[in-house]
């Protein structure tokens, strides 16, 4: 078995971290077959949920690798690259997380458009403590999630969200337990399934787009689902389901 195993659906792919003998740490073995599922999710765009194995998410980047990477190893940008990827993806992506989600682990789920967690969720970033910095997505991506201060305490102080505080902030969108946890991210991906899928992608990539690109882009986008055949049968079937 690989690093990653994928369990691919007409309307989805569950990614599936598969290195519970270490916590799903995240090594370049584990970020080159997340590429391939990018490129598989680029191709044929589709609902993604990431899931960890063995209880946790992934408790970091493989710190023995990690302990010998140099600065051009820095510049190349290894996960910050592959995080940066799961966040453009077409359709949107949902983090499904138990255990720890520390260090790289969380960047990947802040790289995420949803998470749900479990009671036991641990999340932060303790890059500081190791003497580098978060810096595949979290620097600046956390505090669009969270706020500045939170993110601040997180970053620079080193505090671990428990899974109750996660949800206060909305970091998480749902806690369930462990077992009920790919249950809920099929129900939450079932829902998103049941939009236009163009819609929602065109939706996803209007949201994530630079303030100066807008209103254009939602005009071009709008207009694009305007000359749909979807856009034109549902809004029919809606009209015909009130004349009922």
Not at 65 to 79: C, P, S, V, Y
Not at 129 to 155: D, H, N
Not at 165 to 185: F, I, K, M, T, W
Not at 203 to 224: C, G, M, N, W
Request: with cysteine.
């Amino acid at each position: 078995m690989g690093a990653v195993e994928l369990d691919e659906r007409d309307d989805r792919v569950v990614i599936r971290l598969n290195r519970p003998e270490v916590r799903n740490a995240i090594d370049a073995e584990t970020v080159a077959a997340l590429h391939d599922a990018c490129a598989s999710l680029e191709q044929q765009p589709r609902i993604a949920l990431i899931v960890g194995s063995g209880g946790v998410f992934a408790a970091g980047a493989d710190i023995r690798q990690l302990r010998e990477r140099r600065r051009d190893d820095a510049l190349r940008g290894i996960n910050s690259g592959i995080f940066d990827r799961i966040r453009k993806l077409p359709m949107p992506v949902i983090g499904l997380i138990d255990g720890y989600a520390l260090g790289g682990g969380a960047e990947l789920a802040y790289a995420c458009d949803f998470r749900i967690g479990t009671p036991s969720v641990k999340i932060g970033n303790p890059e500081p403590g190791l003497g580098i910095l978060a810096a595949a997505g979290a620097s600046w991506r956390l505090a669009e999630l969270v706020g500045e201060p939170l993110a601040k305490e997180m970053l620079l102080a080193g505090r671990v969200l428990t899974a109750e505080e996660a949800l206060a902030c909305r970091l998480l969108n749902d806690v369930v337990q462990s077992d009920e946890l790919e249950a809920a991210g099929s129900a939450l991906a079932d829902r998103i399934a049941k939009q236009a899928p163009l819609a929602v992608r065109l939706t996803k990539s209007a949201f994530h787009a630079p303030r100066e690109a807008h209103p254009l882009i939602d005009d071009i986008a709008q207009a694009v689902l305007f000359e749909t055949e979807e856009k034109y049968d549902r809004m029919t079937a809606f009209l015909d389901r009130r004349k009922k």
